[in-house]
């Protein structure tokens, strides 16, 4: 009998102890997509992974994609939980660029969370070029079918008053290509992340480097650029190439990786997971040297792709990050997404005869139209 109670009294223990485990209701196993083994977005992935393992015995299987229609589809086909992405999110539930097509168009995703990622102009120091405004005339790097890189350069450009028109562009195949055009002098300027491995060369290089400020308080400059790609805010960045140690420069901030899910995920199981994330930050925010901006005051507010997801908000709001104006703007993009959704379904009745090409210009003329009768 003594033997029997020992037993129970420890398996009791054993409840105990797996009680955090339990009070998270997370699934014993999870599928996550993200960018392909070695990339940021996999890394990330892997060290929250670890970290939902340590805590709560959770399996995670990641499974990599080097492209966004790679990582998008086992999230809507419900073979994966959740997606590690870059602006593919933006771009479906816009159902521009490559999901402008009659297999795809706008869907509904909610976002969990995203890490601040800073993006800016970046121009040889010899380019002439100060501020944004200056790029007028210059040449200016994009990378051949990369809509992700390219319409951020778009969106910063506008931000000085410029469009594609006003400069030169100057396409590159690869995104490496692209980057390390400047050195070379083939270009002046191209948009990207200010640690990317090229940059340090440029800096290094005779031309030099400079960041065309985008200042937070202009406002006239911030709404063109967020007509062009509503996804980014001000931001200070204090890691860059060339950057004296002790200085910021004047950015903007978008979000790589953002944690993203369907709508139809539900809202408590969100919550367990974005609960998991914030519990488990000590155990992985060391993981890369940009994986403290996972802290829920930075990875939890917009403006970001896609909605918040509702069980998303809701702890958000339950720890006291959740602002009135975030459930503002939370409210409008959610509005967006459901307008775009809706005039897909009578696009497509009206146009599924069209060839692919000029389907896709029919689709984003229609979404231009949407989007400025929101605005």
């Known amino acids: 009998m003594k033997y029997f109670n020992l037993r129970s009294a420890l398996s009791v223990l054993a409840t105990c102890v797996a009680l955090p485990a339990i009070s998270q209701e997370l699934p014993e196993t999870m599928v996550w997509t993200s960018y392909d083994v070695g990339s940021a977005g996999y890394a990330e992935a892997s060290a929250i992974a670890d ?18 229609i790679g990582r998008l589809q086992p999230l809507l086909q419900g073979r994966a939980d959740y997606a590690f992405l870059a602006t593919e999110a933006f771009f479906l539930g816009e159902g521009a660029y490559d999901f402008a097509t009659a297999d795809w168009g706008p869907r509904q995703l ?3 969370a995203g890490r601040p990622a800073g993006i800016t102009l970046v121009a040889a120091g010899d380019a002439g070029i100060k501020t944004v405004a200056d790029a007028r005339g210059k040449r200016i790097a994009f990378v051949a079918g990369n809509p992700s890189v390219n319409v951020k ?10 469009t594609l028109d006003d400069v030169e562009v100057v396409m590159f195949p690869t995104y490496g290509s692209a980057m390390s055009s400047m050195t070379r ?17 440029l800096a290094e290089s005779p031309r030099g480097i400079f960041y065309a400020p985008l200042e937070p308080d202009n406002k006239e400059g911030w709404d063109k650029l967020l007509e062009v790609l509503p996804i980014m ?9 060339g950057l004296p140690e002790g200085e910021t420069a004047k950015m903007a901030a978008y979000r790589y990786p953002v944690i993203t899910t369907t709508n139809e995920k539900s809202a408590d199981e969100v919550y367990a997971f974005i609960k998991a994330l914030d519990e488990t ?12 901006r996972w802290s829920l005051d930075r990875s939890g507010r917009p403006a970001i792709d896609v909605p918040f997801h509702e069980g998303a908000v809701r702890y958000l709001r339950e720890i006291g990050i959740w602002t009135d104006e975030d459930e503002a703007w939370n409210v409008k993009r959610t ?9 897909w379904a009578e696009f497509l009745d009206a146009n599924a005869g069209l060839a692919e090409e000029d389907f896709s210009k029919a689709w984003m003329a229609r979404r231009a139209e949407v989007v400025a009768a929101l605005n």
């Open 335 to 343: 509005a967006r997404m459901d307008a775009l959704v809706s005039a």
């Open 281 to 292: 930050y000590d155990l992985y925010k060391n993981g890369t040297a940009t994986m403290t």
């Open 153 to 162: 350069c778009e969106a910063i450009l506008a931000f000085g008053g410029l």
């Open 110 to 112: 909610r976002a969990v």
């Open 185 to 201: 002098n083939e270009s002046d300027a191209t948009c990207t992340t200010p640690t990317t491995s090229h940059l340090y060369e």
């Open 233 to 241: 805010s001000p931001s200070n960045e204090d890691v860059a190439a």
């Open 51 to 68: 970290a939902f393992g340590k805590s709560f015995g959770t399996r995670v299987r990641i499974q990599p994609s080097g492209s966004g």
